[in-house]
């Protein structure tokens, strides 16, 4: 799986949005683009994933640079329960896939009150 | 419809003994992945199983472990005589083919005294 790079760390207030960057400038023309998120002391959840078109869901949005290099996950409105890692992984399949998902050390999200 | 049931929750192994880790994915889902997340680490990818067979074990040691998922029953990682750096939270996930996300479980965390 080709690499991603996510800051280490990123803080919000309550009620405001966020916006997760992820830079991914050696993806391929097939990988679709992944976001997972962990909560402390929980399994990682599954939050959104797309290919090549922004994808909206009932968690975030996900855009997706013109030249896929990057990425941003956006939650419109945080609240204390997003705060948790996340993490953006890139596969070849659009779902778990035969070889496993590559965890990075994603990016902790602090959720101010 | 329960998620993903891993058992136990916590485990504690005095070194040379054996863990046994249960995993029973979500009803329906034939795919199961095992994940270990080492303390501060992000998850890595251990083995891929479908019923009866592993499909990759890639990022399995080479020796103490072993996983299977039988025909009936849940899916057991078993790891023969631990050491201290077999330590860690343990993830399984499953999914009914490769195109949809993973469902996680909570974990079981292993500790080895």
């Known amino acids: 799986d080709a690499k991603t790079t996510q800051p280490n760390s990123m803080e919000s207030n309550e009620e405001e949005p966020v916006h997760l960057p992820c830079n991914h400038s050696?993806?391929?023309?097939?990988?679709?683009i992944h976001w997972y998120r962990q909560l402390p002391s929980q399994g990682p959840e599954y939050v959104i994933h797309g290919l090549t078109s922004n994808v909206n869901n009932r968690m975030a949005s996900l855009a997706i640079a013109e030249d896929r290099k990057s990425s941003t996950l956006i939650l419109h409105r945080a609240t204390l329960r997003d705060a948790a890692v996340y993490y953006c992984?890139?596969?070849?399949?659009?779902?778990?896939?035969?070889?496993?998902?590559?965890f990075g050390k994603g990016t902790h999200l602090i959720i101010q009150p | 419809n329960a998620g993903v049931m891993q058992n136990p929750r916590h485990l504690v192994r005095r070194r040379g003994q054996e863990a046994r880790l249960r995993c029973s994915p979500m009803k329906g889902h034939s795919h199961v992945y095992w994940y270990r997340q080492l303390p501060e680490e992000g998850l890595k990818f251990m083995v891929y199983?479908?019923?009866?067979?592993?499909?990759?074990e890639s990022g399995m040691p080479k020796e103490r472990f072993s996983a299977e998922f039988p025909k009936e029953g849940p899916s057991i990682l078993r790891i023969q005589q631990v050491v201290r750096g077999d330590s860690a939270a343990y993830f399984c996930?499953?999914?009914?083919?490769?195109?949809?996300?993973?469902?996680f479980g909570s974990g079981t965390r292993l500790t080895v005294v």
């Open positions: 996930a499953s999914s009914p083919d490769q195109v949809y996300g993973y469902t």
């Open positions: 050696t993806i391929s023309g097939t990988d679709y």
């Open positions: 992984i890139l596969s070849t399949y659009s779902g778990g896939g035969a070889d496993g998902l590559t």
């Open positions: 199983l479908q019923k009866e067979n592993i499909i990759d």
